[in-house]
Structure formats: structure tokens, C-alpha cells
């Protein structure tokens, strides 16, 4: 009889496997690894228990299940052996270690929500009693055929509404067919990409720009030519002398990601022109257009698209809540068919319990009542954490003058690195981008992008503040 390499102490901890499956386990690897060989005797269950101090009935139970499954085979007084024949590389060896999926995230994480975290609404802000209200009663009425397979372009009802909430809100005139609801921005880019782009295709993007823009891309195969942004957005004049043949441009024209100036009219005229010319497509992300505090906000660029050329990407993250995950694609009326071959071959669907539930949220007015209160609540708490920065790093720092959004840019003193501090701010648990980051041209930009949305206080940003101070 072999010595074994399983009688070792197991584990007493109350959340390990079962005994009987840890012996179980432990005989397979030695199976696979190749310390019990085919033929090899394996020790009756009473002194393995003994050796083990576990009860006999658990090995018992193991030595049932390997036999079960072919992996020993028991001789009478011979006792049991390991399977004549069997070979090692066909064992199935135990699972690795149970290990808790990561909850690693960079922008969009907020199952810790950090001091400045960038991109999230005021969740404390969220209406979730009425949410929850409408949710039950969604439930109450599902119906049998509710549970099939939602359409995979969206729930009428949902498309309809956003249809409608697009020709108020930002001058969109489109029709439902034209909507498809995807589950975020990077579905809804991809699928543009499926539908209309070919590897080795030039896009512009703009620089500095939202990362997720430029890796998709250039996961896609496409080749990025980075556009400057400056005050009036994206620098359109450069990109005609650069990269006069692109095949797309993405844009963030309400207000640009991350810098948030907003694309002017003769850009955006200027822009839509080259599309028209070139036969190029734009693809406009909306993510937080109805986010502006000193007007009323802005009409999309698509509602200036006379010749079909945008595409305009919307998403709920900004104005529900990102965990959501529900966005939509607007595509001009010529390039239905040519969607809703796409998504017949890659869409997914939505879950159609969030789409009923969003459509009667936006059907009751309780959506277009909770963009106003945020709209509102933003601009206060903009301004209290501007003020409250401002009162604790005084003339060290600036902040950018923004027409709208959901961060500030906060600009430090020329020699200071904006990856050093952010670094050190979450090591002193806040959250910090730096904007060098999101830019092509590292030393073009130097700066913290800073999300005001759930800072409650004047007093919370300045205390924030002194802090930040020390870090400088
Ligand atoms: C520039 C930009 N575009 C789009 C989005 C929306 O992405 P999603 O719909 O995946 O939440 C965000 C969210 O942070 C963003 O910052």
C-alpha cells in the first residue's frame, strides 16, 4: 500500500467544502499529479479515517463518489485500487480555490463611492421610493408572454418614449424605429463599429478624451487621429488638415469629456459639412447633455444633422443611475435596416422589466421632474465645492469655468504632477483622475478631475480641500 500525500490535517474552517469532497479532491490531485498510480493500492476507509480524525462515514462517502465516477475500484479482501489503466492527464482535477469575483473598476465602480468620484449621480438624491413603487407595480403586472425574449432593438414603449423625451429635451425629431436600446455607451459604439466601420478605418476622437472612446477603437483595428480640444471643442480645422479622410469622428459636443466646453455652432456646422462631404459618419456622445447650469441646455448636434450623417448614443447613467445599465443609439432613418440586421446578429436584448419600468417612469413625467431637481441640485453643489476647494487650496490651484457637467477641473500650479497627486488622493481615500491621463499628448494637460455630484457640502469640500493641500 502507498504512503499517502492526503493525510495531512484538513482544514477546519466552517465555510471550506464538506470533508468528504476535500478527501475526494485531495485524491484526485494526487491521481492527476501522478503520486497515486493506476493499480496502487488505496487504504480502507477505517485507517484513513483514523489518520485523518475524521469520522469513517466521511471517507466513506468519498471513496463512494471516486468509485462512482471510475476512479478507484474496490477488489474485495484485496481492497481498493486505483483504476487499472486510468490516466493521469484525464483526471478532472478540483476546482482552483473559490475565489470572489474583483470588483475592480475604474470609472464606473461605486460599490464604494469615493469623495469626488467622477461620473455618478447624486445617488442620495435618487427618488427610490417612487422607483420602488413603480417597480412592484411593473411586477404585480407582468403577464405570461412578459417573460419571453424582449425584442432584441428595445421595447416599443421605451423606444416611443425616448423618441419623444429626444424632440423636447434636445431638438432630436426622429422617429421609435430609429431608436435602439442597447446596454451602455460601449454597446452602443460597438455596434456602430459592427455596423458601419472597417478595420484600419481612421476616426477622430478628441484629446484629451474620455478613455473608454479611444480603447474601444483601438480594439476595434481602427487608427485614432487625436484632435485637439480647446475652448470652442473639438478643434475641427485641425482635423480637415490632418485627417481629411477619416471615416468617423466621435465627439462629445454639450460638453466635451473631460474638459466640458461646449462644441460651438461653427464647429459643429463645420463638422456636419465635412460629414456630409466625405460621406463620414459622426457619432455624438450625449452622456450628461442635460447637465448645464448657466442656460437652458444646448440642442444635440444630431437635431442640426440635415443629411443623416450622426448618430447620436444617449445613456441613462447620467440622468437615473449608471448601475442600471441602459443606453440607446438614435441612427439616421436610412440606416434602420442596416441596425436591425446588426443587432439581429449580436444583440442580446435588454431585460424587458427595466425597460417597462424606465418607459413608466418616463410616461408618469417623473423623469423629466427628476433631470430638473438634479439639474438644480448640480449647479448648487458645483458651486459649493468650487467654493469650498477654492476657500482651502486659495491661489495654488484654479478651476475651469464650465458651462455644465458633472466634475470640475481643477488646475494645478505648473510643476505639479497631476498623476503624483491623484495618487496620493487615493491613497488618503478620495478619488482623483488625472487628466494627463486622458490625454494623447501627456504633458498637454495637467490637472484633477473632480466629481462635485455627491460632495452634500461647502463645508465637506473645503474640508476635502485641506486635505488635498498637504498632498501638493
Ligand atoms: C464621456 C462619456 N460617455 C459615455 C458615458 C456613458 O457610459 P455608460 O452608458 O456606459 O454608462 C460616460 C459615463 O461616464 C462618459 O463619461
Known sequence: MISLPLASTLPASPE????????YERFLSA???????????????????KELGVARGTVELA??????????????????????GLLASAVNTPLPPHRAPSTASDTAST????????????????PRKIWARLGARQLRATHAVDLGYPPENGLPALRSAIATHLHVARGIHCNPAQVFITSGYRESVNLVIQALLTKGDQVWIEDPCYPPTRELTNHAGLVAAAIPVDAEGMDIAYGL????????????PAHQSPLSVTLSLTRRQALLEWAAQQQSWIIEDDYDGEYRYVSRPLPALKSLDKHGRVLYAGT????????????YLVVPDALIPTFEHINKIVGNGIPALTQQLVSAFMAEGLFVRHIQRMRKLYAERRTATATGLAKALGPDISIDPQPGGMHLVLRLGDHTSDTLIAQRMREHGMYAHALSHWSTHDTAHSGLLLGFTNIASQEEAERLGHVIRTLL
Open 16 to 23: 471550506s467544502e464538506p470533508l468528504y469532497r476535500q478527501i
Open 31 to 49: 491521481i492527476a499529479q501522478g503520486s497515486l498510480q493506476p493499480g496502487d493500492r488505496i487504504p480502507s476507509a477505517r485507517a484513513l479515517a
Open 63 to 84: 471513496y463512494a463518489l471516486l468509485h462512482a465516477e471510475g476512479y478507484v475500484q474496490p477488489r474485495g479482501q484485496a481492497g481498493t485500487v486505483i483504476t487499472p
Open 111 to 126: 460599490s464604494a463611492l469615493l469623495p469626488f468620484q467622477m461620473g455618478i449621480p447624486a445617488l442620495d438624491a435618487f
Open 241 to 252: 488638415e490632418h485627417a481629411p479622410q477619416a471615416t468617423a469622428a466621435i465627439v462629445t
Open 316 to 327: 441613462f447613467s447620467k440622468v437615473l443611475f449608471p448601475g442600471i445599465r441602459l443606453a
